[in-house]
């Protein structure tokens, strides 16, 4: 195989409890992205549609966490990079993780798959620090790895495969501003109060137990982030609206997805997960802030080969 088209997803991270640990995977929205092996060696960027991001492998996600992969397997080939960007970058949605562990998973298949997942996320989270300013895989362990990931450490990499319950929805509603992560983790306390501490670790600890039991009622219950929202909330327009329709309308939970201006919600049901997206959109469509939302089933597979 000398080419391969790939559909990297969407991600949501943090999951209210689980700040910089804890992540999902969607199905709904993607990049696409091309690649290729060619007999010159080396990474290069021919071609990103969608929006305006650098072309100079150094200085492109996609670039540097390709740059990370083949520098370890020098191959007797090298890579050329098309992205079909259909992630807005600073949506909160896994933009730069989407583009580095997209091409990290298309050039492993290339070269006869010698890495592990664990693996490939590690060399996706040197591209994703370009964007982020440090490397962390909350958003990259569940693109490559599919469905609920815990990231267990960072040195070394660790991430512990969650299961889903059959039944759970996500709905996102991305306003169309922009929330850096450097900022959106700027603004972040450097200490807290160790009765926030323990409320938070308990709801991490109770949302890893529904998950394993199908609990959707604990599940919504733990959804609740007392250390990061409070503080990323306020960039966000009509959060809290945002919020309370989610729950009003059946919502297990609601709450930022990474570092904003996404939200998500999610739900035991498609049906409620519609309901919930028609009850976020009238408060949006009532601004003058333009926004687009969606429903997603949780993608249990990960990035895809089309």
Not at 36 to 48: D, L, S
Not at 63 to 70: E, F, T
Not at 106 to 132: C, D, H, R, W
Not at 241 to 265: H, Q, R
Request: charged residues 20%.
């Amino acid at each position: 195989m000398n080419e391969i088209k790939i559909f990297s997803p969407a991600t949501v991270a943090n999951v209210s409890c689980g700040f910089d640990v804890l992540g999902f995977c969607l199905d709904t929205v993607g990049d696409e992205m091309v690649i290729k092996k060619t007999q010159e060696k080396g990474i290069k960027i021919t071609k990103i549609e969608g929006f305006n991001l650098p072309l100079e492998v150094k200085k492109n996600v996609a670039g540097v966490a390709a740059l990370a992969i083949y520098n370890d397997a020098k191959p007797e080939c090298g890579f050329e990079i098309e992205i079909y960007k259909k992630i807005k970058p600073g949506s909160g949605i896994g933009s730069s993780s989407a583009s580095a562990s997209g091409v990290v998973f298309a050039i492993n298949e290339l070269l006869g798959k010698p890495y592990s997942k664990t693996q490939l996320s590690t060399f996706a989270m040197k591209g994703e620090a370009v964007a982020s300013g440090s490397e962390h895989a909350d958003n990259i362990a569940p693109g490559i790895f599919g469905g609920f990931t815990l990231v267990k450490s960072n040195h070394p990499l660790k991430i512990l495969e969650l299961p889903t319950p059959t039944n759970l929805y996500a709905t996102l509603i991305h306003p169309q501003i922009e929330v850096k992560t450097s900022e959106a983790r700027d603004i972040l306390p450097k200490s807290i109060p160790m009765e926030n501490a323990i409320t938070q670790w308990s709801n991490l600890g109770s949302l890893v137990h529904a998950l394993h039991t199908n609990d959707y009622h604990l599940l919504g219950d733990s959804l609740q982030d007392v250390i990061v929202e409070p503080y990323r909330s306020k960039l966000i327009p009509h959060y809290n609206d945002v919020k309370e329709a989610a729950l009003n309308n059946g919502a297990l939970g609601c709450g930022i997805s990474g570092s904003g201006p996404s939200i998500f919600s999610l739900s035991e049901s498609l049906e409620t997960a519609k309901k919930v997206e028609k009850a976020i959109q009238e408060i949006y469509s009532k601004t003058e802030i333009e926004f687009y939302t969606f429903t997603s089933k949780i993608n249990a597979d990960g990035i895809k080969i089309l």
